[in-house]
Nanobody, 121 residues
Framework: QVQLVESGGGLVQPGGSLRLACTAS????????MDWFRQAPGKERELVAR???????NYADSVKGRFTISSDNAKNTVYLQMSSLKPEDTAVYYC???????????????WGEGSQVTVSS
């Protein structure tokens, strides 16, 4: 089994910054992608940023130039650096991993529990 543990959420004023971290543990053979999604009240969950095992990165248009996704493969950790935060960035942020797990070798998806980010003055 695979576990994703998130940290770093909280309350921040508009224009401020936060960094989220997600550490994966368990029977991971390799990663296909690690992503950050978010879900605001009354809205569908949306992809915020994605990093692939080859290092390709994609962002939602709404966060381009403000958010940066990165990974530390030695620590099985993915980060989301969020800057110039806006009230509309308020949401629960979820880490997601598309991985190859051991025994048997199968491709599976896992989610973190979510981390609340609130942008408010």
């Amino acid at each position: 089994q695979v576990q994703l543990v998130e940290s770093g959420g909280g309350l921040v004023q508009p224009g401020g910054s936060l960094r989220l971290a997600c550490t994966a543990s368990g029977s991971i053979a390799s990663f296909f992608t690690m992503d950050w999604f978010r879900q605001a009240p009354g809205k569908e969950r949306e992809l915020v940023a994605r990093i692939t095992r080859t290092g390709s990165i994609n962002y939602a248009d709404s966060v381009k130039g403000r958010f940066t996704i990165s990974s530390d493969n030695a620590k099985n950790t993915v980060y989301l650096q969020m800057s110039s935060l806006k009230p509309e960035d308020t949401a629960v942020y979820y880490c997601h991993a598309d991985v190859l797990v051991y025994s048997p070798y199968t491709r599976q998806n896992f989610w973190g529990e979510g981390s609340q980010v609130t942008v408010s003055s």
